[in-house]
Nanobody, 127 residues
Framework: QVQLVESGGGLVQAGGSLRLSCVASARLFSSYPMGWFRQSPGKEREIIAAISLTDRTYYADFVKGRFSISRDNAKKTVFLQMNSLKPEDTAVYFC?????????????????????WGQGTQVTVSS
């Protein structure tokens, strides 16, 4: 099981930026596609971004042009740079690891395919 620890959340005004980090305990971190999700009260968990082993990326339409996912395999860390934040971005943000054997360019947008999850970090955007 991979331990994932998110950090970087907080309170920010609309239009501001935050950078989330997710550090993994796994020795084989570089073998795992990673994803960022978010969940707000009363809503289902939704995909924000995903990244493959070769840095191929996916973004949900509602964050395209504003958020950027990246990974540093040497630091076993995946990042989510969030710019131009909006009040509707307020949620708990989770990182997740897909530890199934995958191809180099593979990523998934389905929460069901991610095996391990962090505890989440709260992001609150004030208007």
């Amino acid at each position: 099981q991979v331990q994932l620890v998110e950090s970087g959340g907080g309170l920010v005004q609309a239009g501001g930026s935050l950078r989330l980090s997710c550090v993994a305990s796994a020795r084989l971190f570089s073998s795992y596609p990673m994803g960022w999700f978010r969940q707000s009260p009363g809503k289902e968990r939704e995909i924000i971004a995903a990244i493959s082993l070769t840095d191929r990326t996916y973004y949900a339409d509602f964050v395209k042009g504003r958020f950027s996912i990246s990974r540093d395999n040497a630091k076993k860390t995946v990042f989510l740079q969030m710019n131009s934040l909006k009040p509707e971005d307020t949620a708990v943000y989770f990182c997740a690891a897909d530890t199934n054997p995958r191809g180099l360019n593979y990523y998934t947008t389905s929460a069901y395919e991610y095996e391990d999850w962090g505890q989440g970090t709260q992001v609150t955007v004030s208007s």
